[in-house]
């Protein structure tokens, strides 16, 4: 009775992990709409050497196309332009994982190719509590500092017409990643 009383409570609290993910993007993916003309989610373009390349989320706004790759992380993360790997320390826990840069490196790259003509930004945004005590590395942002920054730019009325047929063709040449 015990043990089954324990994996009810265990299953439960699984699902509400998972609402709570759940809500958490769909509440990332609102405040991006916000700020933006358009944006695409979780979809995968031609990376140029006959392969595709996954993207997270590829933004319209008045400054170009910004592509970026969230890290939901908490606590201390130590990482540079030239580590490898970056750490992540609280109160309880240490662990490591890959500098993201890179990859956001080859995604950037792959959007260049696709859409020569259009600005493309991209940015490593962290929408948790992380921080980065020690210097902050290229292209990470918090994710409230760039939901702002956008939202300012948006208000100040700048068309992003020139950049609506790349845009059109970034939709067609991207098809929604199935993972």
């Known amino acids: 009775m015990l043990s089954a009383a324990i994996v009810l409570l265990v299953a439960l609290a699984a699902v509400l992990a998972l609402v709570i993910y759940r809500r958490r993007k769909a509440s ?5 709409q ?6 695409l989610q979780d979809v995968l373009i031609p990376d140029g050497e ?10 319209l706004c ?8 969230l890290k939901n992380i908490a606590g201390n993360v ?3 332009d030239t580590m490898e790997e970056w750490t992540v320390i609280t109160g309880k826990s240490r662990y490591t994982f890959i500098n993201p840069q890179q990859g956001l490196y080859d995604r950037l790259a792959a959007m260049r190719r696709m859409l020569p003509d259009v600005p493309v930004h991209g940015y490593i945004g962290f929408p948790g509590s992380a921080e980065f005590n020690k210097g902050t590395p290229s292209h990470v942002v918090m994710f409230d500092q760039l939901i702002s920054e956008l939202q300012e ?3 100040k009325g700048e068309a992003v017409d020139a950049y609506w047929p790349a845009w059109e063709k970034l939709k067609a040449g991207a098809r929604l990643d199935a993972e």
């Open 28 to 32: 990332l993916k609102a405040r991006l």
């Open 34 to 39: 916000g700020c933006c003309v358009a944006l």
């Open 50 to 59: 006959e392969g595709e390349i996954h993207i997270e989320y590829a933004l």
């Open 62 to 69: 008045p400054r170009g196309v910004v592509l970026l790759n």
């Open 78 to 80: 130590f990482g540079s």
């Open 153 to 155: 730019e948006s208000s």
